[in-house]
T-cell receptor, first 111, second 115 residues
Framework: SQQGEEDPQALSIQEGENATMNCSYK?????LQWYRQNSGRGLVHLIL?????REKHSGRLRVTLDTSKKSSSLLITASRAADTASYFC???????????FGTGTSLTVIP | DAGITQSPRHKVTETGTPVTLRCHQT?????MYWYRQDPGHGLRLIHY???????DKGEVSDGYSVSRSKTEDFLLTLESATSSQTSVYFC??????????????FGEGSRLTVL
């Protein structure tokens, strides 16, 4: 499979705690993107990190990228119940148009 | 919200029947994608399009065909549906190549059940 793999598959935390999820991928990339999916809905783009970047922030989100290990992590700080969703990383090889998603991490934030 | 409409949103059909899912966009984006989502597999790319009449296969294209005769429409056809094609199908669009810097915008999904 060309897909990335997220870890853990499921994560349950208390409101206010930080949530960290990891993504590993297989090919050389130009960028890696993280998406969020609420139950029964389509995916929504959260953040993009380019292959020449090591860290990026957007609000309560912090993404890191280690191209030598072909891995990325998404940190959500001070989690809220509304952050409950599935989170996916997505990448494509730097040739071609195909774009692949991982298997996702299901995050539950308990109020 | 990006203007992406998938139809039908829900469909139940029988094994062996043809099924066509439609994705319609009002954003004039060049790239369009069809994914299927199944428990334990995440999203898997079926086919994608990089322009009118320009399509290519993804990783799970067997049993599916696509057509794009207009910028705004991308059709996914199951010529003879099988139970293994029971899934939720998502259409996505992007203005730029996703592998470069293109952000994907998703439709709300089409839930297909093949009995």
């Amino acid at each position: 499979s060309q897909q990335g793999e997220e870890d853990p598959q499921a994560l349950s935390i208390q409101e206010g705690e930080n949530a960290t999820m990891n993504c590993s991928y297989k090919t050389s990339i130009n960028n890696l993107q993280w998406y969020r999916q609420n139950s029964g809905r389509g995916l929504v783009h959260l953040i993009l990190i380019r292959s020449n970047e090591r860290e990026k922030h957007s609000g309560r989100l912090r993404v890191t990228l280690d191209t030598s290990k072909k891995s990325s992590s998404l940190l959500i700080t001070a989690s809220r119940a509304a952050d409950t969703a599935s989170y996916f990383c997505a990448t494509g090889s730097n040739t071609g148009n195909q774009f692949y998603f991982g298997t996702g991490t299901s995050l539950t934030v308990i109020p | 919200d990006a203007g992406i409409t998938q139809s039908p949103r829900h469909k139940v059909t029988e094994t062996g029947t043809p099924v066509t899912l439609r994705c319609h966009q009002t954003e004039n984006h060049r790239y369009m994608y069809w994914y299927r989502q199944d428990p334990g597999h995440g999203l898997r790319l079926i086919h994608y399009s990089y322009g009118v009449k320009d399509t290519d296969k993804g990783e799970v294209s067997d049993g599916y065909s696509v057509s794009r005769s207009k910028t705004e429409d991308f059709l996914l056809t199951l010529e003879s549906a099988t139970s293994s094609q029971t899934s939720v199908y998502f259409c996505a669009i992007s203005e730029k190549r996703a592998v470069n810097t293109g952000e994907l915008f998703f439709g709300e999904g089409s839930r297909l059940t093949v009995l």
